[in-house]
C-alpha cells in the first residue's frame, strides 16, 4: 500500500524567500510521485511528477523537485516565491497498475507576505 | 488542446435527492478517474474508467456509481444525498494507466447537500 505525509499544512514565506514544501511517500514498489498547485474554487493543476527517469524534476512556474529514494522524499522547491504562488500544494504517489488510485498527502497550505 | 470539462460548476441538492455530473476527458483520453475533496478527509478517490468498463473503486458506499460512455465521457450519480457528501468532485483523464503518463483534472463540480 502507498500513503503520503506532508510535513506542515500551513508554510508562510516571504516574497523572494525560498520556498520549501516537504513531502515523504511510502510505497512498497517504485512509485511515481507528483506535485499538483490548487487555487480557491479550482482544480489540481500538476506542477511536476516523477517517473523513474531523472531524480530531479524541474516542472512550471520555477518549482522542481528531487526524489530520494533513501529518505523517501519528494520536496518541492522554489528558489524564490512570489505572490501568485500562494495556494494549496498537494504530493501524491501511485505506482504502475493503479488503474486512476493516486494517493494524495493532506495538502499545505502557502502563504507569501510582502 | 482542451483540458477536462466538468459540468455543472456548481449544484445544490436536497438531502434525499439524487445527482448525476458530467466529465469530458482531454481528447484521446481513455481513462478516467473521479475524487471527492472534503475539508475533513482530503481528497479521496471514488472510481476510475477505462474503455467503459470500471477497474478499480475507492472505499465509497453503493450510492456513489458512475459509468463511462465509448467516447470516453464519464458520469457519476450519487444517490440518496446526504448532507456529508457536500463536497468538491474532480475528474481526472489520463491516456492510459495514470501512474506513468500522468493524471490532468478538471475545475470540479461543488455540490452543496441542503
Known amino acids: 500500500a502507498q500513503s503520503v505525509t506532508q510535513l506542515g499544512s500551513h508554510v508562510s514565506v516571504s516574497e523572494g524567500a525560498l520556498v520549501l514544501l516537504r513531502c515523504n511517500y511510502s510505497?512498497?514498489?517504485?512509485?511515481?510521485l507528483f506535485w499538483y498547485v490548487q487555487y480557491p474554487n479550482q482544480g489540481l493543476q500538476l506542477l511536476l511528477k516523477?517517473?523513474?527517469?531523472?531524480?530531479l524534476v524541474k516542472g512550471i512556474n520555477g518549482f522542481e523537485a528531487e526524489f530520494k529514494k533513501s529518505e523517501t522524499s519528494f520536496h518541492l522547491t522554489k528558489p524564490s516565491a512570489h505572490m501568485s504562488d500562494a495556494a494549496e500544494y498537494f504530493c501524491?504517489?501511485?505506482?504502475?497498475?493503479?488503474?486512476?488510485?493516486?494517493?494524495f498527502g493532506k495538502g499545505t497550505k502557502l502563504s507569501v507576505k510582502p | 488542446k482542451a483540458g477536462v470539462t466538468q459540468t455543472p460548476r456548481y449544484l445544490i441538492k436536497t438531502r434525499g435527492q439524487q445527482v448525476t455530473l458530467s466529465c469530458s476527458p482531454i481528447s484521446g483520453h481513455r481513462s478516467v478517474s473521479w475524487y471527492q475533496q472534503t475539508p475533513g478527509q482530503g481528497l479521496q478517490f471514488l472510481f476510475e474508467?477505462?474503455?467503459?468498463?470500471?477497474?478499480n473503486k475507492g472505499n465509497f458506499p453503493g450510492r456513489f456509481s458512475g459509468r463511462q460512455f465509448s467516447n470516453s465521457r464519464s458520469e457519476m450519480n450519487v444517490s440518496t444525498l446526504e448532507l456529508g457528501d457536500s463536497a468538491l468532485y474532480l475528474c481526472?483523464?489520463?491516456?492510459?494507466?495514470?501512474?506513468?503518463?500522468?493524471?490532468?483534472f478538471g475545475s470540479g463540480t461543488r455540490l452543496t447537500v441542503v
Open positions: 474508467y477505462f474503455s467503459e468498463t470500471q477497474r
Open positions: 501524491a504517489v501511485s505506482v504502475w497498475g493503479s488503474q486512476g488510485n493516486l494517493i
Open positions: 481526472a483523464s489520463s491516456l492510459a494507466d495514470g501512474g506513468n503518463y500522468g493524471y490532468t
Open positions: 516523477y517517473t523513474s527517469a531523472a531524480t
Open positions: 510505497s512498497s514498489v517504485p512509485p511515481y
